[in-house]
Nanobody
Framework: QVRLVESGGGLVQAGGSLRVSCVAS????????MAWFRQGPGKERNFVAA????????YYSDSVKDRFTISRNSAGNTVFLQMNSLKPEDTGEYYC????????????????WGQGTQVTVSS
C-alpha cells in the first residue's frame, strides 16, 4: 500500500515552466514504477510520462516529448515532472500513479493514484 500526494500545480502563461511533485509514502520507493497522467475538463485521463523502478527507463507521450522531463529522487521518495514550453493544451489535473509490478502507458498499468494537482496554462 502506498499513498501518493501531488503538489506544485498552478497557473502559468504559455511558454512558461512549472514543476509538479509527488511524494510517495512507501517503505521502499524503488519497488514502485511511477507515472504522470493528466485529465482535462470533460476528457479522459491520458498518459504523460513514466519512469521505471530504477529510473533508467522513461516513457513520454508524443505531445510532451522534448518539453517535459520525469525524474525520481529515492532519498525523498519523490517523483518530479518538469514541464517547459507549456501550452494551453497542457491544462488539466495532473495525477501521480504507482505500481510495483507493471510499468506502462495506460491507466490499467497502475494500481495506486494520488488526488491530483491542477495545472492551468493561459494563452
Amino acid at each position: 500500500q502506498v499513498r501518493l500526494v501531488e503538489s506544485g500545480g498552478g497557473l502559468v502563461q504559455a511558454g512558461g515552466s512549472l514543476r509538479v511533485s509527488c511524494v510517495a509514502s512507501a517503505r521502499t520507493f524503488s519497488e514502485y514504477a511511477m507515472a504522470w497522467f493528466r485529465q482535462g475538463p470533460g476528457k479522459e485521463r491520458n498518459f504523460v510520462a513514466a519512469i521505471s523502478w530504477t529510473g533508467t527507463t522513461t516513457y513520454y507521450s508524443d505531445s510532451v516529448k522534448d518539453r517535459f522531463t520525469i525524474s525520481r529522487n529515492s532519498a525523498g521518495n519523490t517523483v518530479f515532472l518538469q514541464m517547459n514550453s507549456l501550452k494551453p493544451e497542457d491544462t488539466g489535473e495532473y495525477y501521480c500513479a504507482a505500481d510495483t509490478s507493471r510499468f506502462g502507458v495506460t491507466t490499467d498499468d497502475y494500481g495506486y493514484w494520488g488526488q491530483g494537482t491542477q495545472v492551468t496554462v493561459s494563452s
